[in-house]
């Protein structure tokens, strides 16, 4: 299949599953501050306020924690992962990657989306918050956060780096 065809297929596919509601609005950039696991034994990341004083922890996969840590401390793999494979695409098929947005949080579990830049048009691409910090990590490209979601789970940094419900 020529390079122009997979591009097109994979614009449409994209397409297909892009939100249509996209909205700027509200959204917090943010950093990930950590990779640690919980009292329980389970992965969380923790996503801090870029210029402010809040924080979004959301608790992720083993798996997924390992890639975000791995990449944040550039050890690389003695194989690609997934996140890896993702950017690779990306960069073969000239295309960008713009941000990613967590966006909700919905009945417990978190939403997110990855929006690429190809040929000029912006594609938004619903993705778990985990991937999309995965990826976002690797191309350089932002995270932010929808400031409604940082007003229903988010929790203010205390001095040194502890959290506390806000």
């Known amino acids: 299949m020529p390079r122009s065809s997979l591009m097109v297929l994979l614009l449409l596919l994209a397409g297909a599953c892009a939100d ?16 640690a696991v919980d009292d329980r034994n389970s992965p969380v990341v923790i996503l801090e306020e870029q210029h402010g004083t809040r924080a979004l922890p959301i608790w992720i996969g083993t798996a997924e924690a390992t890639s975000i840590a791995s990449q944040m401390n550039d050890l690389e793999p003695p194989r690609p992962n997934f996140h890896d494979l993702a950017q690779r695409v990306i960069q073969k098929l ?7 947005v967590v966006t909700e ?7 997110a989306a990855l929006t690429l830049r190809s040929d000029g048009r912006s594609i938004e691409i619903d993705v778990r918050p985990s991937d999309g910090i995965a990826v976002a990590l ?3 490209a932002p995270i932010l956060v929808r400031a409604s979601v940082f007003e229903e789970a988010g929790q203010e940094l205390v001095s040194g780096g502890e959290e506390q419900e806000i």
Do not use: I, N
């Open 94 to 100: 000239d295309a960008t990657v713009e941000r990613v």
């Open 20 to 35: 249509t509601q996209r909205s700027d609005d509200g959204d917090v950039l943010v950093r990930v501050g950590t990779v």
């Open 138 to 140: 690797r191309t350089q």
């Open 105 to 111: 949080l919905r009945d417990g579990t978190y939403y």
